[in-house]
């Protein structure tokens, strides 16, 4: 391949990268200007996102979480059981489910599940031209269409977490029980290892996450071409780009949260 050709393709990427990142910036600025005027519109479909996003997504983020924490029982509980260090189970698990397997799993089911609704809804919505319909109606679509999106991401994502959290450790407890760490010596270990500052740090990472999974949904499916074909396409890259750029994101507040702590 021609050298010249390969710099090109690589510069048109970066160009078309850096102009998705200034859309996602775009729209998430002007739903965050719609929450913070208050004049938030149709807010009954708040209500119905959030049921969406939180009600909707609990049977699959728990049974998620469950086998999550059921793994990491298994091994943790054996590797430390054989090594004498037992006591110590309960506290591994409860810190990973908290900081990183119930957020991050969390994240991942709604991005997967969510996103990929997100952006088949507006995408088709925009290859129909309701979108444009809304504006010629004096009506924002960002604020009507991405606003109650984003506040029931905001709002569910935490909340799935913390049952996320639950059922993950005693999804390890469980677990870690059969392989000679009784009840009594795992809850120990998880109360005297797990700090609040594990757990808030967690739920903060699913409040970006809910700003990741909703802006770039949106935004994929807002900028949705080519009829049936181009929703399938913009389902599809709503959910892959959402995954990249939480575990990305996930990695860098880790990385400042715990790092140096």
């Given amino acids: 391949m021609n050298p010249s050709n390969v710099l090109v393709t690589i510069g048109r990427s970066v160009v078309a990268f850096i ?9 998430l600025g002007n739903a965050l200007a719609g929450v913070l005027s208050g004049n938030v519109r149709a807010r009954n479909r708040i209500t119905e996102q959030m049921a969406i996003v939180g009600y909707e997504s609990l049977p699959i983020v728990l049974i998620t979480t469950l086998f999550g924490g059921m793994v990491l029982g298994l091994h943790t509980a054996r590797q430390f059981v054989n090594l004498g260090a037992g006591q110590y189970v309960g506290g591994v698990v409860a810190v990973s489910m908290a900081r990183e397997l119930a957020p991050t799993l969390t994240g991942i089911v709604v991005a997967a ?45 935490p909340i799935l977490t913390m049952y996320a959290n639950v059922t993950g450790i005693l999804g390890g407890g469980l677990v870690a029980s ?29 409040v970006v996450f809910g700003i990741i999974i909703a802006v770039t949904s949106c935004y994929i499916g807002l900028s949705t071409e080519g009829g049936a074909a181009g929703v399938g396409r913009s389902t599809t890259a709503a959910v892959v780009w959402s995954i990249v750029l939480l575990y990305a994101s996930n990695f860098l507040m880790s990385w400042l949260l715990w790092a140096y702590r």
């Fill in 113 to 157: 599940r969510i996103g990929s609704a997100f952006a088949a809804e507006l995408g088709a919505m925009k290859i129909t031209n309701q979108v444009d319909a809304l504006r010629s109606l004096a009506m924002d679509p960002i604020r009507y269409l991405v606003t109650p999106r984003l506040i029931a991401s905001l709002i569910m994502l």
């Fill in 178 to 206: 059969n392989a000679g760490v009784s009840p009594q010596l795992f809850i120990n270990s998880a109360s005297e290892n797990m700090e609040v500052y594990d757990l808030a740090g967690g739920l903060l990472k699913t």
């Fill in 19 to 27: 102009a998705s990142l200034g859309g996602g910036i775009v729209i």
